[in-house]
């Protein structure tokens, strides 16, 4: 049974930093990317929107929002990776999702989320 596991999130002050990690299981599951979503409160339907992605070679992407203040690195467990947020603020409140990209042919794994409060 796949498991995709977030851990993390709390609340933090306008300002400071959190780190979120997320773990895919089995090892056997071939994944070619990880990343992270957000959903924040009053967005439309269940639209998450892309917060930063690393693929199986190292490469990241980080939307402008997030870019230079945050750094998305891998993990030393296989299908591993975490993110350190800097300079947080109230706007980055959100529920924060890890996304598990299975390769060619292969399906597509979220995570339960895990809850980011940042107070003003």
């Known amino acids: 049974q796949v498991q995709v596991v977030e851990s993390g999130g709390g609340m933090v002050q306008a300002g400071g930093s959190l780190k979120l990690s997320c773990v895919a299981s089995p090892d056997t599951l071939c994944l070619s990317a990880m990343g992270w979503y957000r959903q924040t409160p009053g967005r439309e339907g269940d639209n998450k929107e892309l917060?930063?992605?690393?693929?199986?070679?190292?490469?990241?992407h980080y939307e402008d929002f997030v870019k230079d203040r945050s750094t998305i690195y891998r993990g030393n467990h296989k299908n591993a990776m975490s993110i350190e947020m800097n300079s947080l603020k109230p706007e980055d409140t959100a529920a924060y999702y890890c996304y598990a990209i299975g390769c060619p042919g292969t399906p597509n794994y979220w995570g339960q989320g895990t809850q980011v409060t940042v107070s003003a």
């Open positions: 917060v930063a992605l690393i693929n199986s070679a190292g490469a990241t």
